[in-house]
């Protein structure tokens, strides 16, 4: 079946904190993976898409890095800020189709 | 650009009732996609169209749920009757495929939809 299964599914640190988000998929043939970040009350907004021959990557403080092998990916936030609090989802193509499937996601919530 | 543009932000109506959600996707942008988002089963696909076409419906739950794109600006899904478990936050989204590689999504603000 194919899914995408994200860890924790809420996670709360302290401003200034480093902090990591898990994602793990099982959808196959696996062509690229996705990673959103929701405020409250708004739609979803493209953080970093990666190709299954990207390893690593970055957005100012925020790095994507994908083990198509394993089939796993992390999305590392660095010197977390106020406004980093927000739901965050991985989202990977379904059978190299327009049809997206997304995670649960993980609720960061960053405290002064 | 204004971005992905929904109407209404917040839709409240009685069970039964007929409810349209309204969307203008990013100009230029020929694919089309509604999605339904609840805290239970997060973001689902519901359909999506291709140059005004619908390309795959499969995710929209039953008959009672409809969507049209009569041209290039416009989209609308419709709920008729309405019932309380439609309750959800519709989003629209829309993108411009370009060769070579993966395609960004960008999605709107979303209709919050309660049914009483």
């Known amino acids: 079946k194919n899914q995408v299964e994200q860890s924790p599914q809420s996670l709360i640190i302290l401003e200034g904190k480093n902090c990591t988000l898990q994602?793990?998929?099982?959808?196959?043939?696996?062509?690229?993976l996705r990673w959103y970040k929701q405020d409250t009350g708004r739609g979803p907004v493209s953080l970093t898409i990666?190709?299954?021959?990207?390893n690593t990557k970055s957005n100012g403080r925020y790095t994507a890095t994908l083990d198509a092998d394993t089939k796993q990916s992390s999305l590392h936030i660095t010197a977390s800020q106020l406004s980093d609090s927000a739901s965050y989802i991985c989202?990977?193509?379904?059978?190299?189709?327009?049809?997206?499937?997304f995670g649960t996601g993980t609720r960061l919530q960053v405290f002064p | 650009d204004a971005g992905v543009i929904q109407s209404p932000r917040h839709e409240v109506t009685e069970m039964g009732q007929e409810v349209t959600l309204r969307c203008k996707p990013i100009?230029?942008?020929?694919?089309l996609f509604w999605y339904r988002q609840t805290m239970m089963r997060g973001l689902e696909l519901l359909i999506y169209?291709?140059?005004?076409?619908?390309?795959?419906d499969s995710g929209m739950p039953e008959d009672r749920f409809s969507a049209k794109m009569p041209n290039a600006s416009f989209s609308t899904l419709k709920i008729q009757p309405s019932e309380p478990r439609d309750s959800a936050v519709y989003f629209c989204?829309?993108?411009?495929?370009?060769?070579?590689?993966?395609?960004?999504?960008?999605f709107g603000p979303g209709t919050r939809l309660t049914v009483t």
């Open positions: 994602c793990n998929y099982t959808v196959s043939p696996f062509s690229n």
């Open positions: 990666m190709t299954f021959s990207e």
């Open positions: 989202v990977v193509p379904f059978d190299n189709t327009d049809k997206l499937i």
């Open positions: 100009s230029g942008h020929d694919y």
């Open positions: 169209f291709n140059n005004n076409v619908p390309i795959d």
């Open positions: 989204a829309s993108s411009l495929v370009l060769a070579g590689g993966p395609y960004e999504q960008y």
